[in-house]
């Protein structure tokens, strides 16, 4: 910019004087940061003149994205024609993902124009593998904008001049009718403790044992033994025999031999099959950090392989750092996608991440392997991570085949128009299909998944009305309270092992299994912990087997959603 900041300065006050008199702008200046120069759009030119006033002057780098990527959010929430007009002469050296701003430029839909201005954006920038200029091109077409390019700055006016014309001639609209849509929800619920392990799909964990696992977490605690703590609790919440595989990297070659060997240390401890779930607690037990780097990318490469031939599956990546053994890990992983992790979904944890540019690397590295990313500081939370990240999990389509919803079995409701749908529930060998699955306006449908032998069964509520089951949620468990004492448990044990807790013969006893039961009743509705029999678990055994959910005293009706 040195030398052309007159030439800029002249073209911009003259953007501003053939503006008209309604239009509403704003300023933002970049180079090593941001700074937006107004605390507000506004048609005042005097202002937006006096805003110029000394914020011509070249500093340092070109946060060119972030830059654009401001821009955007302080347009969010304007209404009608919008546009950004953005000058620079060379290439972002921003610290934004490339592919990060190209989703959130797909995803707002901003007109842009663009100016570029000398040699500088003819150079080749490797981070991007391609050019300065031709990345504005780019973004002038992706919006419907337009890309000016000089080498002198004389002709700066010029671009302005047009710029400012065209955006004040009339907007033309193109009016779409659409018709409003009614929902309804939709719930999968699995009738036994645990989701049975033919609806799993299959899931193949990858474990960073890299050096900086022996640091110690946010409870003192080294954190490698805090995610084997995880890891046991999160094995614990999936069905015997589900399939299953272990990797991990880190854990043999310490990086001080060479980063070459280092980053080949990944080690597949068991192959997809059945989960015997001592077996990998045993591994897992058995093995701590080396001193080895962090080959994430090629972990996945290698699980990938594994999975081949499967239908769909989820691959889960626990890291506490960033990826130290490929150069592009973003490019890596988009490739991947086209490929072997096509019908796969990578989902990745970060345990007690603390580096900002890290996160955003793994939260990038998840949105590209189309799977989610989870933020874990500790063990609790790293746990919980790993269930949902584990989840069996299902897609609602409609009869062109589109997806229209998609939830985890035990994940809650979730929205759904009214309609006829397929539900497809993503199980290892093939998807559990259920056909005709209705959503009514303000109804609930329930999908119940239940254990037969080694098989799967799917039976389809009739869709109840909310309203109702509010109410009858508050009504269900009125009952117990003049039922007899004395059977309590009795009736208990019965209700366990008809929502398949298998507590065993019912005694009247509360013994050792019954206390099991009762503890993963509340684990899996989310109930405080407890093991005790009393009035306020028949309430709620009664109430999960009427509508499938918890009981409500009238003290808590305030609190319900």
Not at 148 to 170: C, K, M
Not at 498 to 505: A, D, H, S
Not at 538 to 544: F, G, I, S
Request: with cysteine; proline share 4%.
């Amino acid at each position: 910019m040195h030398g052309s900041e007159q030439d800029l300065e002249r073209a911009v006050r003259e953007y501003i004087r053939r503006a008209p008199p309604h239009q509403q702008m704003n300023l933002i200046r970049f180079s090593n940061d941001v700074e937006v120069l107004l605390h507000a759009f506004t048609s005042d030119k005097t202002r937006l003149q006096a805003a110029i006033n000394d914020n011509v002057q070249p500093k340092g780098g070109t946060r060119l994205y972030d830059a654009i990527l401001e821009g955007m959010e302080l347009l969010a929430d304007v209404q009608g024609n919008r546009a950004i007009v953005v000058m620079t002469d060379g290439a972002d050296n921003g610290q934004t993902w490339h592919d990060v701003f190209w989703r959130q430029i797909d995803r707002n839909r901003i007109r842009l124009y663009t100016i570029g201005l000398g040699r500088g954006l003819e150079h080749y920038a490797y981070a991007y593998a391609t050019s300065g200029e031709r990345i504005l091109r780019h973004l002038a077409m992706a919006t419907d904008g337009a890309a000016f390019f000089t080498l002198e700055s004389s002709a700066l006016r010029d671009f302005y001049e047009r710029i400012a014309d065209q955006l004040s001639r009339p907007a033309t609209y193109l009016l779409t009718p659409t018709v409003e849509r009614s929902f309804g929800k939709l719930r999968l619920v699995a009738t036994a403790e645990q989701v049975p392990s033919a609806a799993m799909p299959a899931v193949h964990l990858i474990y960073d044992l890299s050096g900086s696992m022996s640091e110690r977490g946010v409870n003192g605690q080294f954190k490698y033994v805090m995610a084997q703590n995880a890891i046991y609790t999160a094995l614990d919440s999936l069905p015997d025999g589900a399939p299953f595989g272990f990797t991990v990297y880190g854990a043999r070659i310490p990086e001080k031999v060479g980063k070459d060997k280092a980053c080949t240390d990944i080690v597949t401890l068991q192959k997809l099959g059945p989960l015997d779930k001592q077996a990998v607690k045993d591994f897992v037990a058995k093995r701590k950090p080396m001193g080895g780097t962090t080959p994430l990318v090629r972990s996945v490469r290698h699980v990938a392989e594994d999975l081949a031939g499967q239908n769909g599956g989820i691959i889960i990546a626990v890291t506490d750092g960033i990826e130290e053994c490929d150069p592009d890990p973003i490019a890596t992983i988009d490739e991947l996608k086209g490929g072997k992790l096509q019908y796969l979904e990578l989902n990745v944890v970060g345990f007690a991440l603390q580096d900002p540019k890290a996160r955003k690397m793994m939260e990038t590295i998840a949105q590209v392997g189309g799977g989610r990313y989870f933020d874990a500081a500790d063990t609790d939370a790293l746990a919980q991570a790993l269930k949902e990240a584990m989840a069996a999990t299902y897609t609602v389509r409609d009869a062109a085949d589109r997806d229209v919803a998609s939830g985890t079995i035990d994940g809650g409701d979730i929205p759904v128009p009214a309609g006829f749908y397929r539900v497809d529930i993503a199980a290892a060998d093939a998807p559990i299909q259920t056909r005709d699955v209705r959503i009514d306006q303000d109804h609930v449908t329930t999908v119940r998944v239940n254990k037969v032998g080694s098989e799967v069964d799917v039976a389809v509520d009739e869709p109840y009305s909310l309203e109702k089951m509010r109410q009858t949620r508050r009504e269900c468990g009125a009952a117990a309270a003049s039922r007899d004492p004395g059977e309590r448990t009795r009736r208990v044990q019965e209700k366990l092992n008809q929502l398949g807790f298998e507590v065993g013969y019912a005694d009247n006893q509360l013994g050792p299994k019954t206390r099991q039961g009762i503890r993963a009743f509340h684990e899996r509705f989310g109930l405080p912990a407890s093991t005790e029999v009393n009035m306020l678990l028949e309430q709620h055994l009664d109430c999960v087997i009427a509508i499938g959910e918890v009981f409500v005293a009238k003290a808590d009706m305030g609190q319900e959603n």
